[in-house]
């Protein structure tokens, strides 16, 4: 029994380290995330889900699917600290159904060896079926597939978030009555789907494997010593299957996107200008300037607002046809990997050229398309600035 103590305090050592490692990790990721008022992330979240789950040990398998199905509900809180990244914490409750085997097979189940409430004998196969109630708490870290292989879509109905993570499962009912409770470290891994049905709310579906020792069955075998070897298998692990149909809630972070304005406490009061005589242009390159295009993180489509200045730009050009411009992408270097970012400032360089062409008649001879790739804030610090194309004249 002193082994099984020292084994208890290292499950919760293990535990609390975890949740330390894991609280710190985002508040580091937090620290270091560059995403500003429109990435539309950034959020928290709060969830609640009921469901079935499973239970996988070495004597269940031989109970009907029906018998071995059982029920429990899961609360969770959590944080999208990225597009891609996000972390969250909770716990579950939840009924378990295993078999176990009879230990004293010439007289049945000892009455004081099985809980009595939770449990009855199945001579078919020299078992009784064990029935227990089990909290888990734990901890997962989110990767939000959707975002990271198709960028952010504020339209997106259906997002895939896989996981993987941490916890702590404790018997509420020991399956042997008067056995100390089963305490065991989990580790799991899942699914987290992500319907939008609203700006705020999500409906979920949650799938969650965890393993655990399955020394969790037994607790600690104090009431029979023997307890603990007849009904530990081949397998040292349990698995625990859980499903959820579930709501949650979105709040807080950065909301809608929205866009880029001047600084107002950059503007300084004008000097009154010395006038002088009006000169006559008569080339483009006197009129021509920069055009600045803006994009949606992880987009490459033309807004309504990008279009209107292009409108402005191509009624310039035809002026002035004799003017060749350069198209170059850009993204932010914060987000995503290289070689997305270098794909996606590629794309937001030919879109705009497209609609050059397509749209207002410019030849595209008089347009040539760059990639810059991810790169650092280039305007106030701002990375949505960064996601942008930048129509420049080719005069200099």
Partial sequence: ??????????????????????????????????????????????????????????????????????????????????????????????????????????????????????????????????????????????????????????????????????????????????????????????????LRVGRTVDLTFDIRGAMVNERIKVGNGKVHPDIDKMNTGERPFDGVLSVNLGVAFRFGGAGNPKPAYYNPSSYVEPVRPVEYPVEVITEWKDVATDVLILFRIGQSTLSRDARVQLDFLARLMHQYPEGTYTITGYADEGTGNPDLNYRLSRDRAERVKECLVGEFGISSLRLKTAAAGGVENRYYNDPSLSRSAIIRPDKY
Wanted: proline fraction near 5%; glycine fraction near 10%; charge should be positive.
């Fill in 1 to 194: 029994m002193q082994k099984n103590t020292r084994i208890g305090k290292w499950n919760r050592l293990c535990f609390f380290c975890f949740l330390f490692t894991f609280c710190i990790s985002g508040f580091l990721i937090a620290q270091n995330t560059t995403y500003l008022r429109d990435d539309n992330q950034n959020q928290w979240f709060i969830g609640l889900g009921i469901g079935p789950r499973m239970f996988f040990a070495d004597h269940a398998r031989q109970l009907d699917f029906i018998d071995r199905l059982s029920l429990g509900a899961d609360l969770y809180v959590g944080k999208w600290w990225s597009p891609v990244l996000g972390t969250r914490i909770g716990g579950s409750y939840q009924t378990l159904k295993g078999a176990a085997q009879n230990w004293n097979s010439n007289r049945g189940p000892a009455p004081h060896a099985i809980n009595v409430n939770k449990g009855w004998y199945l001579p078919e196969h020299g078992l009784f079926q064990q029935q227990f109630d089990a909290v888990h708490l734990y901890g997962d870290l989110l990767f939000n597939v959707s975002n990271l292989f198709e960028g952010v879509n504020e339209e997106r109905f259906w997002t895939l978030a896989p996981f993987i993570g941490i916890g702590y499962m404790r018997t509420v009912n020991p399956p042997y009555r008067g056995d100390d409770p089963g305490k065991e470290v989990s580790f799991n891994i899942g699914l987290l789907n992500i």
